[in-house]
């Protein structure tokens, strides 16, 4: 490189990073500029240029790509390089570092530290001098201020890539490596950053201003928490969850850990620094807190450490030190949710001043509660250690530790809910009168189901006077609710005065919380709980008679003002979260107990005792307790509460989902099932399933609750006794999608393909997808094809020829085909003499036919979504085939036999479909790839002569993207191309020299492309040797069968790799390839290709050690 290129390459970083044109006036886009840019980590001779580029520029751009470059180059060629090469090169980056890091731009320091950095994990053990890293630094930190900041991102970036695994690497290569820094380095490093934090506090770095004391500070907190955090091991922590686990530090930590300066000097930093310093602290005290309890010799000292931290912690209540920082607040609230994760309560409560701490705590928590709006994702936190007290209540004796400390704990606990239940209804008028200025927390729903995931453990603790609380607070709203809706009657909340409408907008925001506070705690109900029986079911009965009176009420004033009236949605919302957890707890019994209480009948022809069960008992309690009847009115009144909701809330997407969710449940579980044959409201759903009975089903929106909402309604319908019970046939459940399709079947072309057609056939298309989804054998799926063929089948080709260029008409139909051919359970199967299988496919063929040649016919859309106005039709067509292809109900040769081109003309529209696509817009949509690649792979299984037959330029275009699949980062696409690779070669192998038309094609192929196999064969096994992990089991599939084929292609690759390497590198690379091929028999068999795929996962790891790229 000279200085002319070197001008060059600093124009295009120029243009790349912030989009100025060159300076030489030529205008190259950024895409142009990146893609020339890459050239320089193409391969391993690039290097030089690298570092010319670091010695000689000085934009920051430049030095940027450089870096970043180098370490590309390092990792992927790194086997290129001698031991004395990789130390050089380490040596020079640090030596660069040291000479010019405190003069650049951050983001090049931190590229050319990641370099360092991957070069000492890579080269770990090579040599002692990688290993030394951490002494190198030493110097770094006890130079300029500049280099000590330099020294401690080296550090952080250093634990960093060596708690990381790289791509690439295995994951025992990176647990070597990362064992070996824990043993030798860590707990160094760790001390530093602690020394680091001991110098700042002490004022010990005279020469440092306040800024660089600042960053020191960060850095120096962040490596501590690093150096903690670290994967000590090899669990492979969940990195996207906030709850710490146990940290398994090693017993040479514990002088350190257990010393009470360490714990001092963070709370210190903690209180006498701002965020982002001071929250790091804090996190590095949850993670001392988290140590694993085994690193205390004996419970006196694990018992003096906690003792520290509780003194803290109520140092910091009392003071409420920084506690007015959201992000301290945030930590602290999550070390206070720790404290009793890593600790017994037993422990808790014999250290000393645990009282007061029990009641700073509570304190803090009634506080935090109070301002919800400044802590709605740190409350469940709080609640959690609540959560976590009360447990494990059960499990301490009273007389242990501080004295009345179980009435202490009732007491504040108490307090804690009712301030939970007072600010929450609080909330409601804060956030109205705000008018938008506030979140509501009720539309918070993440933090929302947080906070009632722990709210059960804490009611049932003090359960009665809970109830109490909860039930003082309910009647009261709902006598004035009812108050104020009997005054609006037929008309709705919002044509009320505007105080009216404001109070009633309160009412129903307090009675959703209330809603979900109860269904929460009915919830949290146990039948293993050792406390059943005592009584409790009778406070659930009492909290979910008011909750289904609400209920009564709102459905009530729905169906007398014709869906006018309708409550706030979030209230609807709140209902049925309460039905999912009532059904879940009050459910499963429901079939014991309307089977009589005399004698329920068991497995054979035992019998349970007349006498009723504990359970029973509960169950009966419950019911009679609640006072509205029997379970069956209970059922009744959720079932009609669904159907109200499915009637009048057609717009309300979330009300819709959610209740055919719980309808989904209510049908999927055994006994309710059977409960809901018995309903009237299941009988009249299932007999009026149609749009004007249930406006939902016609908003365009809903489609796919359509299908839902059939496929529970046949579910129940086809369950065993399901047609008597409901007094309804299948039949006559198929007649109005039946009259619907005769009405459309009868409309001529200009009248099929009219405005007024279009919902029509979208909801008879997704209509029978989820009565599709619902046939799990033969005799309910022979009934659904009897009613459909002959009749109206013709429908659908019709529709496909019409509808192709409309996504919404054509995704319904051909998702409704790729269902109804799918064969799942072995439904499609039908009778030896049945022509059924045939037809079926026939009518398949058809579809996909009529929109393969009309879609073909038509030009891509320039603009707008080209997946959804052209490819997505198109996958989901090659997967309705590819379903039917592999679907084993049809003998393919009949077709050819009698002349019937179906097949032929399926498999050439969809081959040309298949092409048509560009290969990089098929790789970059992952749903349309699987369906191409998948039907590459039946046609190269199933129809080999058939794509012997085609042309060869087609047939090597088909090879081609089978060549660029099998390098997908898809695990699934690849092994799809690796099959379709294999059925190939065993084709040519067992076949090669016979008479057959196939065979003379496939020569015919491979003699205008005579370096097909020997490019297959190369792809193979470089993505063997040097691609990503994931993809070795397809990648290895086809390789035996592959060498068979073309030994001379195996020979030819052989010899190539040998010459790529060094002398030394030809022995052990000759002795590997012995190896593999040691034992191996020259057949296709199954134990044969085992013991050759298990070869080669040995040959791959061995020779990946010394392979050079």
């Known amino acids: 490189m000279d200085e002319v290129q070197l001008a060059q390459v600093e124009s295009l970083c120029e243009t790349l990073y912030t989009g ?51 370490t590309e180059l390092i990792t992927s060629h790194w086997n290129n390089f001698t031991i004395a090469q990789r130390i050089d090169i380490r040596n020079y980056v640090l030596g660069y570092l040291a000479n010019n890091g ?42 300029t201020v500049g280099h000590c900041i330099l020294g401690l991102k080296i550090l952080n970036q250093l634990v960093d890539e060596l708690n990381i695994p790289t791509s690439g690497r295995t994951l025992t290569q990176h647990r070597k490596t990362s064992v070996s820094f824990r043993d030798l380095c860590l707990f160094k490093v760790f001390q530093l950053g602690l020394t680091t934090l001991k110098q700042l506090q002490t004022r010990a770095i005279s020469t440092a201003n306040h800024r660089e004391e600042v960053i020191l500070g960060e850095q120096a907190l962040g490596l501590t928490v690093r150096c903690l955090n670290f994967d000590f091991i090899g669990t492979n922590p969940d990195e996207s969850t906030e709850d710490v686990g146990t940290i398994q530090a090693p017993t040479n930590w514990r002088p350190v850990l257990q010393d009470p300066s360490t714990t001092e000097l963070l709370l210190d930093f903690y ?4 965020p982002p310093r001071s929250n790091k602290a804090m996190e590095a005290v949850i993670l001392i807190c988290s140590v694993r309890r085994s690193l205390f010799p004996s419970d006196k000292e694990r018992e003096a450490f906690l003792g520290r931290v509780m003194t803290g912690i109520r140092e910091l209540l009392k003071n409420q030190t920084g506690l007015q920082h959201q992000d301290n607040y945030h930590q602290f609230c999550r070390l206070l949710g720790r404290l009793k994760a890593n600790y017994q309560l037993s422990e808790l409560v014999k250290t000393e001043g645990y009282l007061e701490w029990l009641e700073l705590a509570a304190s803090f928590t009634t506080q935090s509660i109070r301002n919800w709006q400044y802590s709605t994702n740190s409350i469940h936190y709080l609640l959690a250690l609540w959560g976590r007290l009360v447990a494990a209540v059960p499990y301490v004796r009273p007389e242990t530790g501080a004295k009345g400390h179980v009435q202490a704990l009732e007491n504040h606990v108490l307090r804690v809910v009712e301030c939970y239940i007072e600010s929450m209804l609080g909330s409601v008028e804060t956030v109205l009168r705000s008018e938008g200025a506030l979140e509501d927390p009720l539309e918070d729903d993440g933090s929302l189901m947080e906070q009632l995931d722990r709210l059960p453990t804490i009611c049932r603790f003090q359960y009665s006077s809970v109830a109490t609380i909860l039930v003082g607070k309910f009647d009261p709203l709902l006598e004035k ?33 209330l809603t979900y506070m109860v269904g929460s705690i009915v919830g949290g109900h146990s039948w293993s709980s050792s406390r059943i029986g005592n009584g409790e079911e009778t406070l659930d009965a009492s909290l979910s008679k008011r909750v289904l009176q609400l209920a009564q009420g709102m459905d009530y004033r729905l169906t007398s003002s014709n869906g006018v009236g309708k409550a706030d949605s979030k209230l609807e919302v709140a209902m049925l979260y309460y039905f999912q957890n009532f059904r879940r707890v009050y459910m499963f019994m429901w079939e014991q107990s309307s089977s009589g209480s ?62 055919l969710n719980l309808l989904t449940d209510m049908a999927g579980g055994y006994s309710s099932s059977k409960l809901l044959l018995t309903l009237d409201t299941v009988k009249y759903l299932a007999s009026h399933h149609t749009h004007d009975e249930f406006p939902f089903l016609n908003v365009p929106s809903n489609a796919r609750h359509r299908t839902t909402f059939h496929a529970i309604l046949v579910r129940l319908l086809l369950s065993p006794g399901g047609e008597e019970k409901l007094g309804l046939t299948f039949d006559k459940f198929m007649k109005p999608i039946v009259e619907t399709m005769s009405q459309l079947g009868a409309l ?65 139909l051909l998702r409704f085909m790729h269902e109804f051919c799918h064969n799942k359970a072995n439904r499609v199967n039908f009778d030896q003499s049945s022509p059924n299988g045939i037809l079926l496919f026939r009518a398949t063929s058809d ?15 320039a603009t707008g979504d080209i997946y959804k106005m052209k490819y997505k039709g198109m996958s989901i067509a090659l997967a309705v085939l590819n379903s039917a292809l592999g679907g084993n109900y049809v003998c393919f040769g009949v077709f050819a036999l009698y002349n019937d081109p179906a097949l032929d003309s399926a498999l050439d529209i969809s081959l040309k479909m298949a092409l048509s696509i560009p290969l990089d817009h098929v790789i970059a949509y992952p749903k349309l790839s699987k369906s191409v690649f998948g039907f590459m ?93 994931q993809n070795h089991w397809a990648v290895m599939r086809p390789m035996l069968s592959l060498m068979l084929a073309s030994e001379s292609s195996f020979t030819a690759y052989k010899d190539h790799l040998m010459r790529t390497q060094d002398s030394a590198n030809q022995g052990k690379l000759n002795e590997a390839f012995n190896k593999l091929l040691a034992d191996v028999n020259r057949s296709l068999e199954s134990a044969n290709r085992d013991r050759f795929t298990q070869k080669l996962t040995a040959f791959r790891v061995s020779t990946r050690g010394f392979l050079t790229l």
Request: hydrophobic letters at 40%; glycine letters at 4%; proline letters at 4%.
């Open 847 to 861: 579809v996909v036919c009529a929109f393969g040649r009309r879609t073909l016919a038509t030009a891509t859309p």
């Open 598 to 659: 005399s004698s329920i009948s068991t497995m054979g022809s035992m019998k349970l005792e007349s006498v009723p069960s504990t359970k029973q008992k509960v169950y009966q309690n419950m019911f009679e307790h609640m006072g509205l009847g029997d379970h069956t009115v209970v059922a009744n009144l959720i079932v009609t509460k669904i159907g109200k909701n499915l009637k009048f809330w057609p717009d309300e997407h979330d009300i819709v989902a959610k209740t």
């Open 937 to 1029: 792979e039946i046609i190269f299984r199933n129809h080999i002569k058939t794509t012997m037959a085609l042309d060869t330029s087609i047939f090597m275009q088909l090879m081609n993207a089978v060549h660029e699949g099998l390098q997908s980062s898809d695990a699934q696409i690849s092994s799809m191309c690796a099959n379709s690779i294999d059925h190939l070669a065993t084709f040519y192998y067992e076949n090669s020299g016979k008479d057959k038309p196939e065979v003379h094609n496939l020569n015919k192929h491979l003699s205008a492309q005579p370096n097909l196999f020997s490019s297959l064969t190369a792809t193979l096994f470089n993505l063997l040797l040097f691609g990503a992990p």
């Open 748 to 812: 001529d072309s200009s009248q099929l393909r009219s405005e007024a057609a279009r919902m029509p056939l979208i909801g008879v298309f997704r209509d029978l997808r989820g009565i599709c989804m619902s046939l799990h054998n033969r005799r309910t799926f022979g009934m659904l094809f009897d009613i459909l063929e002959p009749q109206h089948l013709p429908l659908l080709p019709k529709v496909a020829d019409l509808w192709y260029d409309q996504p919404d008409v054509m995704i319904s």
């Open 102 to 143: 405190p003069t650049l731009q951050d983001f090049v320091t931190l590229s050319l530290i990641k370099l360092v950095c991957r070069i000492t994990k890579l080269g770990w053990f090579d040599d002692a001098t990688h290993r030394e890293l951490t002494e190198d630094v030493t110097k770094f930190l006890q130079a």
């Open 20 to 70: 100025q044109p060159s300076s030489n006036g030529e205008k190259i886009t950024r895409e142009e500029a990146q893609s020339r840019l890459l050239s320089l980590q193409s391969n391993a001779s690039f290097i030089p240029q690298c570092q010319y580029i670091l010695d000689r520029s000085q934009s920051q751009y430049a030095l940027l790509v450089a870096s970043n470059s180098l």
């Open 271 to 274: 209180a006498n620094t701002d």
């Open 481 to 513: 609710y009812r108050e104020i809706m009997s005054h609006l009657v037929n008309s709705s909340t919002e044509s009320a005065p505007p105080n009216v409408a404001q109070q009633a907008a309160i009412l129903e925001g307090q009675l959703t919380w």
